[in-house]
């Protein structure tokens, strides 16, 4: 979802169950995406990415969607772990010049036992 | 392999006072490095792209004389915060593309720097 001034929205799962975090992206000529997650303190930590041609890719315990048609990401996690509780950001690459990431409003993943 | 450091991890200086913060590429090297800034809860904002042996390409918004990105090498890319105050304090993070990866869109990122101006 979208951020709303200073709150995160956040997607609360328990431990086991598998969790969807979706984004919108705004760039139609965007040709390559990139979930990223990050823990507090830290930087970006890359999950998966997915390139424009492509509407589905597979990782390990991560599932990256992609429809274009609707401009929409979305970061399928299975079996949801206590460590994967973190914030979770979608990029789009915009091919111009240097070839530079926006970063989607984030969401927070929080992980129940 | 694909290791981007920060130095320093964190920072905390006087109003006024100019900061330097250092990114490199530890295991490849970069022609194209950008530096981000990150208020708490919000998302990362790209404020710059630092090109090696050129100048920095700055984002609509960013004070260019305030925040002087200098790329002096395929390794090394440094943001200096000048006369920083209150409201520059953020999270500063980097990244760097390798030039010779296949895929020439992957960033690498760094893992931050933590700036508090009093």
């Known amino acids: 979802g979208e951020s709303v001034g200073l709150h995160l929205p956040t997607l609360s799962v328990q431990e086991g169950d598998n969790s969807i975090i979706n984004c919108a992206y705004s760039?139609?000529?965007?040709?390559?995406f990139i979930w990223y997650k990050q823990e507090s303190g830290k930087g970006p930590q890359f999950i998966i990415d997915?390139?424009?041609?492509?509407d589905k890719r597979q990782g390990q315990r991560v599932t990256v969607l992609l429809n274009k048609t609707v401009k929409h990401l979305s970061l399928q996690i299975a079996a949801t772990q206590p460590g994967d509780s973190a914030v979770y950001f979608c990029?789009?690459?915009?091919?111009?010049?240097?070839?530079?990431?926006?970063f989607g409003a984030g969401t927070r993943l929080a992980v129940h036992p | 392999g694909a290791v981007v450091s920060q130095h320093p991890s964190w920072v905390i200086c006087k109003s006024g006072t100019s900061v330097k913060i250092e990114c490199r590429s530890l295991?490849?090297?970069?022609?194209?490095m950008f530096w981000y800034r990150q208020f708490p809860k919000q998302s990362l904002m790209l404020m710059a792209t630092?090109?090696?042996?050129?100048?920095?390409?700055?984002e609509q918004g960013v004070e260019k004389d305030k925040f002087l990105i200098n790329h002096a090498s395929l390794t090394l890319s440094t943001l200096t915060v000048t006369s920083a105050h209150p409201e520059d304090s953020s999270f500063y993070i980097c990244?760097?593309?390798?030039?010779?990866?296949?895929?020439?869109?992957?960033?690498?990122f760094g893992p931050g720097t933590r700036l508090t101006v009093l």
């Open positions: 990029a789009e690459n915009i091919p111009r010049g240097y070839n530079k990431l926006i």
């Open positions: 990244s760097a593309r390798d030039m010779l990866a296949g895929n020439r869109n992957e960033q690498f």
């Open positions: 630092s090109n090696e042996g050129s100048k920095a390409t700055y």
């Open positions: 997915i390139r424009s041609n492509m």
């Open positions: 295991d490849f090297q970069a022609t194209t």
């Open positions: 760039n139609s000529a965007s040709d390559y």
